[in-house]
């Protein structure tokens, strides 16, 4: 109960006591499915989910995400919310890296980073165009006084009353980086559970395993679908709102999503596993 009564944090600063029992908590899911599946396929498929997870929750901080206001040109980002477009990123890098599969971990791991950040890096580019030709207004951010990338100012092209509006170019690169790390990371839950599907499942059902190859591949793609879905609307919550990318105050509140999101992978994926696993 200490870390539901807890206090919450102010800004980027993580709460110890919560942090602290977080941690005791993953330990002790990392040490059950050790316990109950042994250091084999099982626990190494755990240990990927995390750091799966870990990747996402990372990587959703990237993404700028302006939601309603942006809409209105109001503030910086896309106009939708952080789970949203999260989403879109991860899958596009998990068809990617489910395409790759057959060339192995790193490879389909890498393509579908390269996936989910050129979704990302396409979406910025017609956001961007849509802001200037339809809207007809600058990209100009409202954290920083100059572009972290370019050194461009910023305050002359924001207008009075907003709190920036576009996607300046820094918010750009930042959402590109989101989607790779996203994408990579549902890509590599996604290689983990199904290498461990592919050589329990037969004995399971007692079939061959091409015959159980397409149930293999779909139980992958549902559990890699929901843990990222899980570990993108607990960054999002983190985020509290709207954020511009790696610029943005709100980036520094990423420890605490780490925690979290390696927590719920955890707890997911021991789910995921003990289906086959036990």
Same mark, same amino acid.
Request: proline content about 5%; glycine content about 16%; charged content about 10%.
């Given at each position: ?8 944090? /102010? ?26 599946? *042994?250091?084999?396929? /099982?626990?190494?498929?755990?240990? *990927? ?23 209105? *040109? ?26 790759? /599969? ?21 979406? =910025? ?52 980086? *989101? ?26 059902? #007692? ?16 559990? /890699? ?12 919550? #983190? ?17 605490? %999503?780490?925690?979290? =999101? %390696?927590?719920?992978?955890?707890? =997911? ?10």
């Amino acid at each position: 109960m200490s870390a539901i009564a807890a206090k919450p944090a /102010a800004g980027a600063a993580m709460d110890m006591t919560s942090t602290l029992i977080g941690i005791i908590i993953l330990l002790i899911l990392i040490a059950a499915t050790y316990f109950v599946a *042994g250091s084999g396929l /099982a626990f190494m498929a755990l240990i *990927g989910v995390i750091v799966g997870g870990i990747l996402i929750g990372f990587g959703v901080h990237f993404v700028p995400v302006g939601g309603a206001p942006a809409a209105m *040109g109001q503030a910086p980002g896309i106009a939708t919310g952080v789970a949203m477009l999260a989403a879109g990123a991860g899958l596009a890098g998990l068809f990617g890296g489910a395409w790759a /599969a057959e060339l192995g971990l790193v490879v389909a791991t890498i393509t579908g980073a390269i996936g989910g950040g050129l979704l990302m890096a396409v979406t =910025c580019m017609f956001v961007n165009f849509i802001y200037v030709f339809g809207m007809g207004i600058p990209s100009a951010s409202g954290k920083v006084d100059k572009d972290p990338i370019t050194g461009d100012t910023q305050k002359e092209f924001k207008s009075q009353g907003t709190e920036g509006h576009g996607l300046p170019f820094v918010s750009y690169v930042g959402g590109v980086i *989101g989607g790779i790390f996203g994408g990579g990371g549902g890509t590599l839950i996604y290689l983990m559970l199904l290498d461990l599907y592919k050589v329990e499942l037969p004995g399971m059902m #007692n079939a061959l395993p091409g015959q159980v190859l397409p149930i293999a591949i779909t139980l992958a793609g549902i559990f /890699a679908i929901g843990i990222f879905l899980v570990n993108a609307v607990l960054a999002a919550y #983190n985020i509290t709102g709207t954020i511009e990318g790696p610029h943005d105050p709100k980036f520094k509140r990423f420890p605490r %999503a780490i925690v979290a =999101c %390696a927590i719920a992978s955890a707890l =997911c994926g021991m789910v995921a596993i003990m289906i086959v696993a036990v």
